[in-house]
């Protein structure tokens, strides 16, 4: 809107055609606003709806519909925004009229270890009015969040040379270790490559031309190199996490594709010459029932699909696994030649839900919809305990969600009776009783979770990944790329900050005595400045 002139004019005429002027344009922003909140308004509800629906086969259509409406919501924002530039609201201002609900805004929350600095104001000694002197009497402090960008330099690292003047002995200190021989690259450069990569999913073209416009030119070539060699220095570290977390009495485990170039593809007449890898994920995470040890998570990366995969990967694990159906998992659940189950199977609510979910959507299934209410009311109870012993969960499982289980459980063969043997309804209530012992697990132990969406958490950076890199090189990029998730998203699970895990690590790791590798795990770190501190 065009502000008015400082000066108006005294002319009734001139000052009711500059009225009708500014109505006619209120008017306009106000139409343009009501439409722009309508639209952002439906956009929400077409988000809401289509992540309800992020089940079965086609969720991954569905997760790039809503990556598209979120970006379109995004750009409608920002163009309210841009046609009402109104201020932030003060922290001191906290009427209700302050703002529309509509243009809320949350004020950024800055932690405690973030720079500030001081800017003073001092209108002098003398009064502007009388020249008499000045005392203070308070002070209004207001705050802005500004940003430094980030800087490369160079360290120069000069070792002199002296003699001894008596025997003429050279001495020279001893050249300090780097993070890849004979490598540029510092520590923390090296730990920014790794985390833009791998957490913030920016490929290395991209990073290129990031640091291009910082003045240095560092050839995508040296960037790949740098960032393969970092991965390797850090590998006895990753092989520590993936050993550690297999040793957990419970897991929670799940999969997803990733493209790999393949050139023997391409030598085979396949004109795109890719095949599909998998990533795998282990997640160790007692937090929803109080345990004791830390959470952690262990990628692997394996060219195919094969069940010898997880079989390999979990060899050493003994206790429960919270997986989905893939038969690649069924020989883990078998007894040995002695007769003894080294692995239990806890079955995924969720995946059960979206079979029926599917069902209701596609016929409007009143035997679905009863069972989507049946689940429900499970997930409401759990949502309930999540967060206490295991003890407390387990008592209160057996109390109410024992007795919703056994008349779901009488349900479903009754349903199964009455309708077709074919359908996919009847498909989906097979699935629960086929596998009805491990559903029903959770009631007889309060550490084992209901679903397992823990995993499915825990594999989605890969899947916001590949949707940046595409693929993978090689089957040696993919191993890259699972040694370097587990480093980070183990780090982000102990609340660390992963660069300046990754920097303070690369720094250490190759001084560092192998005996003592558990101090660089994620959840024992203690940053080198702090370790000085403490022995000072």
């Not at 957490?199 to 560092?218: C, K, M, S, T």
């Not at 209410?373 to 305990?385: F, N, S, V």
């Not at 990029?477 to 982000?492: P, R, W």
Request: hydrophobic share 40%; proline share 7%; glycine share 6%.
């Amino acid at each position: 809107m065009t502000s008015a002139p400082a000066v108006l004019p005294d002319d009734p005429d001139i000052l009711r055609e500059m009225i009708v002027s500014l109505q006619t344009e209120v008017a306009r922003l106000s139409a343009s606003a009501r439409a722009y909140e309508a639209l952002v308004q439906s956009l929400k509800i077409r988000i809401a709806r289509l992540q309800k629906q992020k089940f079965g086969a086609s969720s991954e259509k569905i997760d790039r519909e809503i990556e598209q409406l979120e970006l379109l919501l995004e750009d409608v924002k920002i163009a309210i925004a841009a046609a009402d530039p109104s201020p932030d609201i003060s922290e001191h201002d906290v009427s209700d009229d302050a703002v529309s609900p509509s243009r809320q805004r949350g004020k950024p929350k800055v932690s405690d270890t973030t720079p500030r600095e001081r800017l003073v104001l001092d209108p002098g000694e003398a009064c502007p009015a009388c020249g008499g002197p000045l005392r203070l009497v308070g002070e209004d402090v207001t705050e802005i969040l500004d940003f430094i960008a980030a800087k490369l330099k160079v360290v120069e690292t000069a070792r002199l040379k002296k003699s001894c003047r008596h025997c003429e002995t050279l001495v020279q200190p001893e050249a300090p270790s780097r993070p890849v021989p004979r490598g540029m690259a510092g520590p923390g450069l090296l730990a920014h490559i790794l985390v833009s990569k791998f957490d913030d999913h920016i490929p290395l073209y991209r990073q290129n031309e990031i640091f291009a416009r910082q003045g240095v030119d560092i050839p995508r070539s040296t960037l790949i190199d740098w960032c393969g060699q970092a991965v390797a220095v850090l590998r006895p570290l990753t092989d520590l996490i993936r050993q550690d977390v297999v040793k957990a009495d419970l897991l929670h485990a799940d999969d997803t594709p990733i493209q790999v170039l393949d050139p023997r593809l391409r030598q085979a007449g396949k004109p795109r010459g890719v095949k599909e890898g998998r990533i795998w994920t282990y997640l160790r995470d007692p937090r929803p029932w109080g345990g004791s040890d830390p959470p952690a998570v262990a990628y692997w990366f394996s060219p195919d699909r094969k069940g010898i995969n997880p079989q390999t990967h979990l060899a050493q694990f003994r206790g429960i696994l919270q997986a989905d159906a893939y038969a690649g998992f069924r020989d883990l659940y078998k007894p040995d030649a002695t007769g003894s189950v080294h692995v239990r199977e806890a079955a995924c609510w969720a995946h059960l839900r979206r079979a029926f979910h599917d069902v209701w959507k596609g016929s409007n299934s009143t035997i679905a919809r009863e069972a989507l209410e049946q689940i429900g009311a499970l997930y409401d109870i759990e949502r309930q305990i999540t967060g206490h012993p295991a003890s407390y969960r387990l008592a209160v499982r057996q109390e109410q969600s024992r007795p919703r289980v056994t008349a779901f459980h009488a349900w479903c063969e009754t349903q199964l009776a009455r309708i077709p043997g074919k359908g996919e309804l009847a498909k989906a209530i097979r699935y629960a009783l086929n596998r009805w012992k491990a559903f029903t697990l959770f009631l007889e132990d309060g550490r084992v979770a209901i679903d397992n969406n823990p995993a499915e958490r825990a594999i989605r950076p890969v899947c916001v990944g590949r949707k940046n890199y595409l693929f993978a090189g090689s089957d040696t990029g993919g191993d890259n790329i699972a040694d370097a998730m587990t480093l980070i998203e183990s780090a982000k699970l102990s609340g660390r900050n992963p660069q300046d895990y990754l920097a303070d690590v690369l720094a250490r790791i190759n001084e560092h005595k192998i005996n003592r590798l558990h101090e660089l795990l994620p959840w024992n770190w203690q940053p080198a400045n702090t370790l000085h501190k403490k022995a000072a």
